[in-house]
């Protein structure tokens, strides 16, 4: 079986000073990981994505996660929030080789200025 | 276009009609899903199809709702005599099917207000 948690429900953090979005999984195999943001009123864009190479993943707008099997962790980081990072992220687990996305239930990231 | 788009934007209707929601996949994807996003319940699941079959119904939550596909391309997610708990935001994506990872790309969804 598989699952996700993502650890805080809503974060804030002051403009220019860094994130840190948590998420821990579980899976019986090998897992895919994903991490969507979701801007109001828009789609969910994928950010990044953890797929058994690298450990160290880098995605787009500045925004990186490390797989760490021993911790079954994926938590995402921004060395400085923007503005603009304000939104919703959800991780999201899949079993390698299939369809099936487990998200998480969404942590809100508030930017202060 | 380069995305996956959808159809209305916004619905209200009210309560007891019937709704259709379009979905139109990046073309080439063979797989297209369907899920709800809902104050409370997060993102959950409904459906998904591989081509024109839909292998995993598993998450629609009544048989008020139905789906299917039309020539490996277009979806029409069809929800019965709506109900007021039927409002949410509904999200369709799609993918190639690949054996190591499976990238979903999501359109913008259609909001579903049910009076």
């Known amino acids: 079986a598989q699952s996700v948690t993502q650890l805080d429900s809503h974060v804030s953090v002051s403009e220019g000073t860094p994130v840190l979005l948590r998420c821990n999984y579980s899976s019986s195999y090998s897992p895919s990981l994903f991490w969507y943001v979701q801007h109001p009123n828009k789609g969910l864009q994928l950010l990044l994505k953890y797929t058994s190479a690298a450990t160290l993943v880098k995605g787009i707008n500045g925004f990186e996660a490390e797989f760490k099997k021993s911790e079954t962790s994926f938590h995402l980081t921004k060395p400085s929030a923007h503005m603009s990072d304000a939104a919703e992220y959800f991780c999201v687990v899949s079993s390698s080789g299939t369809y099936k996305y487990i998200f998480g239930t969404g942590t809100r990231l508030k930017v202060l200025a | 276009g380069a995305g996956v788009s959808q159809s209305p934007s916004n619905k209200v209707t009210e309560k007891g009609k019937d709704v259709e929601l379009r979905c139109d996949p990046i073309s080439g994807h063979t797989a297209l899903y369907w899920y709800r996003q809902s104050l409370g319940q997060g993102l959950e699941f409904l459906i998904y199809f591989q081509g024109n079959s839909a292998p995993d119904k598993s998450g629609l939550p009544s048989d008020r709702f139905s789906a299917e596909r039309t020539g490996g391309s277009v979806s029409t997610l069809t929800i019965q005599r709506t109900q007021q708990e039927d409002s949410a935001v509904y999200l369709c994506?799609?993918?190639?099917?690949?054996?190591?990872?499976?990238?979903?790309?999501f359109g913008p969804g259609t909001r579903l207000t049910v009076l």
């Open positions: 994506a799609s993918s190639f099917q690949t054996t190591t990872y499976n990238e979903q790309f």
